[in-house]
């Protein structure tokens, strides 16, 4: 049985939450939580597999009660959110103080997706509850020593061949992995960089946000007709399946989801493959199911380097998992690691 303590401080939401989770055979809410507070005394007194957490709560607020319990009781946090500015913001601030997900505000009764969104709720408790967090310490001079970096294997394009495009799938556990690696690349980076990340409706603009707040890279939402420029990011918008046209462009559209999403990361890599063949560079980040694992193998069938994220570094390692096992990966790294990856294939190519 999984544990839960809701925290959230709007009754009717509080109750809808509650009956959502314990109408799951497998789900107990073992305490709620109508501040920030009660939430820290609740963690340390249950010690529940998973909560979710409020961001706007009175006494203690869900970014402080985020950082309090992963300072003091870690535990999965997952943050329930509504898509207004200022939470979507304080959303983000919440994965940088330990937060392993969050999830867009369940709607009402009534409501076409009301369905869909009780239990994409309830499978991210499930998932998360199998997460391992570690401590997140308020004083840097707490902080464990550095493991000796592992040595990592080699991966080179064709002798003097800069990459093309870096193409990056990510789902769930994909916004911290991204900023892992945005955060190891200088502003000097002469490869454009695109990612398709499954987020809920609502988010990705705040997401752009975050990620440019801690990188020396420009990031925006793509657009259709944009053409790829050296050293900047570009997420794949809400709603819209993004791609490569041949000449190069970015292209967005509406078709069928492809592995339960839009945007898929199936159909971006296909494109990519399509476009740029072994001038690509793949990147297969944290996330859930199979979007994009065959597709990476497919990358790497024709010339490409494929980097995976390793198990150990993944919230979820479904989607890298796969990519794996199918033998889509050159390399199978963290995201620092992978970082430095890149910057290598770079500099080799530059005859550094």
């Not at 997952?78 to 103080?97: E, I, N």
């Not at 990519?323 to 390399?331: D, H, N, Q, S, V």
Request: net charge neutral.
């Amino acid at each position: 049985m999984i544990r839960v303590v809701v925290a959230e401080d709007s009754p009717t939401l509080r109750e809808y939450l509650v009956s959502i989770l314990s109408g799951e055979p497998d789900i107990e809410v073992v305490a709620i939580a109508v501040d920030g507070l009660q939430a820290v005394e609740a963690v340390a007194r249950h010690r529940p597999d998973v909560v979710t957490m409020d961001i706007h709560m009175p006494r203690l607020g869900g970014l402080a009660a985020t950082r309090r319990i992963m300072e003091e009781t870690p535990c999965p946090i997952v943050v329930v959110s509504s898509t207004m500015s200022d939470h979507v913001a304080a959303t983000f601030r919440a994965l940088d103080a330990g937060a392993v997900a969050f999830v867009h505000r369940p709607v009402g009764v009534g409501h076409p997706r009301q369905a869909i969104e009780a239990a994409e709720l309830a499978q991210t408790v499930r998932l998360m509850a199998e997460v391992k967090v570690v401590r997140r310490w308020a004083n840097p001079s707490k902080l464990p020593r550095e493991p000796v970096a592992r040595p990592m294997p080699e991966a080179t394009l064709p002798s003097g061949t800069r990459p093309a495009v870096v193409a990056i799938g990510a789902s769930t556990g994909g916004p911290v992995a991204l900023q892992a690696i945005l955060a190891g690349l200088p502003a000097d980076f002469p490869v454009p960089l695109l990612a398709v990340q499954h987020i809920s409706p609502g988010f990705v603009g705040g997401f752009a946000d975050w990620l440019a707040s801690g990188s020396a890279l420009p990031v925006q939402v793509a657009k259709a007709g944009d053409v790829p420029r050296p050293g900047h990011f570009y997420l794949a918008p809400d709603n819209a399946h993004m791609g490569l046209g041949l000449d190069g462009t970015i292209k967005l559209d509406h078709g069928a989801p492809e592995n339960s999403a839009r945007p898929a990361v199936s159909h971006f890599f296909r494109s990519v493959t399509r476009v740029h063949g072994a001038r690509a560079v793949g990147v297969l980040l944290s996330g859930m199911g199979v979007d994009g694992a065959m597709e990476l193998r497919e990358m790497r069938d024709a010339g490409a380097v494929t980097f995976a994220q390793d198990k150990e570094s993944s919230i979820v390692h479904g989607m890298p998992g796969a990519a794996i096992a199918l033998g889509g990966a050159t390399a199978v790294l963290k995201p620092d690691e992978i970082a430095a990856r890149l910057l290598t294939l770079v500099r080799k190519a530059e005859g550094h």
